[in-house]
C-alpha cells in the first residue's frame, strides 16, 4: 500500500525568487494536506547528513553550497500515494524535460537549481519527515 506522506523542500533559489507562497498554493490547490511547515538555514553539516546517498557524486559539493546558500521551507505533504503524487506535481528534474504545469517547470532556474525537493519513496519519505520534524510538530490528516 502507497504511503500517505513525502516531503519537500522549497530550494533558496525559489525562497530567494518568492516563490514560496506560489509553489504552497500549487500544491494545495492539487490536494495535499500541509501536516507540517518551517523556514530553516540548513547547515553544512545538516545538508551533507540529509544528502549522504550523494555524497560520491560530482554534483555534491555544488549541491551542499546551493542548499546551504539561503533559507529553505521544509514541509511535510499528504495525500493518498503522496510520493507518486508529489513527484508528478514537481516534474523532471531537469526543468527544460518538466511537464508544463508542473512546479519545475513553472519556477526552476535549472537543473541544480530546480526548486523542489521530494522524497522518493515511502521509505525515504519517513525518513526525511523524521530527519526535519518532531512527531509534536506535525497535524495529520491521516491516522498514523
Known amino acids: 500500500m502507497a504511503g500517505t506522506k513525502t516531503l ?5 533559489g525559489a525562497v530567494r525568487n518568492e ?7 500549487k500544491i494545495n490547490a492539487n490536494g495535499f494536506h500541509i501536516a ?3 523556514l530553516i538555514r540548513l547547515t553544512k553539516e545538516q545538508a551533507e547528513r540529509f544528502y549522504s546517498v550523494h555524497r560520491e557524486k560530482h554534483f555534491f ?8 546558500s539561503g533559507q529553505v521551507v521544509v514541509a511535510i505533504l499528504e495525500k493518498e500515494n503522496a510520493v507518486a ?14 511537464e508544463k504545469g ?3 517547470k513553472l519556477f526552476a532556474e535549472n ?6 525537493h521530494g522524497s522518493d519513496s ?23
Not at 519537500?8 to 533558496?12: A, E, G, H, L, S
Open 102 to 104: 508542473t512546479i519545475r
Open 8 to 12: 519537500t523542500i522549497i530550494k533558496p
Open 36 to 38: 507540517a511547515l518551517k
Open 61 to 68: 559539493r555544488s549541491l551542499i553550497n546551493f542548499m546551504t
Open 19 to 25: 516563490y514560496v507562497g506560489p509553489i504552497l498554493a
Open 85 to 98: 503524487e508529489y513527484r508528478k506535481l514537481m516534474g523532471a528534474t531537469d526543468p527544460l524535460k518538466a
Open 122 to 144: 515511502d521509505e525515504n519519505a519517513e525518513i526525511e519527515c523524521n530527519f526535519f520534524f518532531a512527531r509534536s510538530e506535525r497535524f495529520s490528516n491521516f491516522d498514523t
Open 111 to 116: 537543473i541544480e537549481r530546480n526548486a523542489v
